[in-house]
C-alpha cells in the first residue's frame, strides 16, 4: 500500500506551517483567503528526532520530502460556488461550498487518507509506550446543509461515511491483533464563529479569531476484537466525539501580533480507532495549544512560540486512565518574496516524544521536528 502514494510523499505536508492542511480543511468552515482563485505548490523537506534513540519503540531520525498541491476558485460556476481540492502527506480533500449559503446552502465534501498510521498504546510516567503499530487507509464523503445563524456565526449539519482498512507493516508486533476493516457512519454537526480579519497587503491574519466546534455521532459495522495481548478489545457499534479549534489574533501596534491556537478532542474511551490515530495526540481527551508573537519586518514575519499539551488515555491494561501534561517551544519565519512566492523555516520541541508523523513511509516518533520549504503560487487572483 505505501507503494501505491510513494508518488504522494512528496506532495506532503508540514502541519503547522500553513492553513493548508487535511485536518483544517475538514474542521474550519470559513476560512478567509486573500484569493480569488489560487493554484499553490508547497515542496521542501520535513524532518523529526529524538533525544535519545530507541529504535524499538519508533525513537529515531527521519527526514522526508514534504509539500501539498491546493487549488481554490471561489467563481466555480454561474451561482459562484467555491470549489478547493488539496493533495497533501496527511491525505487529500476535494470540496464544493455554495458562496452564500443562506438557508438552503450546502456541502459536498471528499476525503481520502491514503498514508494514515495508528499508534496504540499509553504513558508511564510521562513516556508514550506503544502496544501497536500499523497503517491504513480512510476514505469518506460528507454532504453538509447550513448557512448563516447571526453575525459571524455559522452552523452545517449533514451525514457522512467513512470507509477504513488497516495493513501490518515492519513496526507491528507480531501478537498484536489488528482491526477488522469496517464501514463507519453517522451525523455531523458544525457550529463556528468567525470574526478573522486578513491584512490586504499581506494577506496574514491580522485580527479576529475563528472558533470551530464539531460534533460527531457514529455507527460502524466492526466486529473483531483487537489490540495487544494485556488490552483486546471490540469497538462499540455506536460511539460519539467533539472536537474544537480556536485561533485568536491580537495586534499590539509597536511590538507585533500576538497569536492564540487551541485544539482539543473529547471522545468516547472505547472510541480506540480514532484514540489511536497518530495525526493527533494520542488518548480519548486531548488539548494543544500555542501562543506566539508575530514579529513583521516588512516582507519577513518571524513567529517564536511556546506550546504545551494535555492527554488523557487510557492505561496499559484499559482498567483506569492516566494524565499527563507536556510543554514545548519554537520559532517559524516566512519570507514573502512577491504574491507568487514565499519561503517557509519552522522548528518546534515538545517533551512529548509521540508527535505527528513526517513521512508516509516511516512511522517515528521524536521531541524536535523541522520543515524548510517553498510555496509557489500561480494564477493567483486577490480579492
Known amino acids: 500500500m505505501r507503494a501505491a502514494s510513494s508518488v504522494l510523499a512528496a506532495l506532503g505536508l508540514a502541519t503547522t506551517i500553513s492553513a493548508q492542511t487535511y485536518d ?49 476558485n471561489g467563481r466555480f460556476t454561474a451561482q459562484e460556488a467555491m470549489f478547493e481540492a488539496y493533495a497533501g502527506r496527511d491525505g487529500a480533500v476535494l470540496s464544493i461550498v455554495e458562496n452564500d449559503p443562506g438557508s438552503n446552502g450546502g456541502r459536498l465534501e471528499l476525503t481520502a487518507r491514503y498514508a494514515p498510521f495508528f499508534r496504540d498504546g499509553f504513558y508511564r510516567s510521562g513516556d508514550f509506550i506503544p502496544t501497536g503499530r ?25 451525514p457522512y461515511i467513512r470507509k477504513f482498512s488497516f495493513d501490518a507493516n515492519r513496526t507491528t508486533d507480531p501478537t498484536y491483533v489488528l482491526p477488522d476493516d469496517f464501514l463507519a457512519y453517522g451525523v455531523r454537526a458544525f457550529a463556528e464563529h468567525n470574526t478573522l480579519m486578513l491584512d490586504r497587503r499581506t494577506g496574514r491574519p491580522s485580527a479576529g479569531f ?50 492564540i491556537r487551541v485544539d482539543g478532542e473529547v471522545a468516547d474511551d472505547e472510541d480506540r480507532i480514532s484514540n489511536i490515530d497518530a495525526q493527533q495526540p494520542i ?4 488539548a494543544d495549544g500555542e501562543l506566539g508573537l508575530r514579529l513583521n519586518f516588512g516582507p519577513i514575519a518571524v513567529t517564536p512560540f511556546a506550546s504545551g499539551q ?7 491494561s484499559g482498567a483506569g486512565s492516566s ?15 512577491a504574491d507568487s512566492l ?9 517533551n512529548n516524544y509521540s508527535r505527528l508523523p513526517v513521512s508516509t513511509n516511516e512511522d517515528v516518533f521524536g521531541e524536535h521536528q523541522f520543515f524548510v520549504g517553498v510555496e509557489v503560487r500561480i494564477g493567483a487572483v486577490r480579492l
Open 210 to 259: 475563528i472558533l470551530t466546534i464539531r460534533f460527531e455521532a457514529e455507527r460502524n459495522d466492526s466486529d473483531r476484537t483487537f489490540g495487544s495481548p494485556n488490552f483486546l478489545t471490540r469497538l462499540p457499534s455506536g460511539l460519539w466525539r467533539g472536537r474544537a479549534h480556536l485561533e485568536w489574533y491580537i495586534p499590539q501596534s509597536d511590538l507585533g501580533t500576538w497569536s
Open 310 to 316: 494535555y492527554v488523557k488515555a487510557l492505561e496499559e
Open 342 to 350: 514565499a519561503a517557509y523555516a519552522e522548528y518546534s520541541y515538545l
Open 134 to 158: 500499523f497503517e491504513g487507509t480512510d476514505y469518506g464523503a460528507f454532504l453538509g446543509f447550513g448557512g448563516a445563524a447571526g453575525e459571524g456565526l455559522t452552523v452545517e449539519i449533514g
Open 24 to 72: 483544517d480543511l475538514t474542521l474550519v468552515r470559513g476560512r478567509p483567503s486573500p484569493f480569488q482563485s489560487v493554484f499553490q505548490v508547497k515542496a521542501g523537506v520535513s524532518g523529526s528526532f529524538a533525544d535519545d534513540d530507541d529504535t524499538s519503540i519508533g525513537m529515531e531520525s527521519e527526514t522526508a520530502l514534504d509539500g501539498h498541491v491546493y487549488y481554490r
Open 283 to 286: 488518548g480519548h481527551q486531548w
Open 323 to 337: 494524565e499527563d501534561f507536556f510543554y514545548g517551544g519554537g520559532v517559524r519565519g516566512r519570507y514573502d518574496f
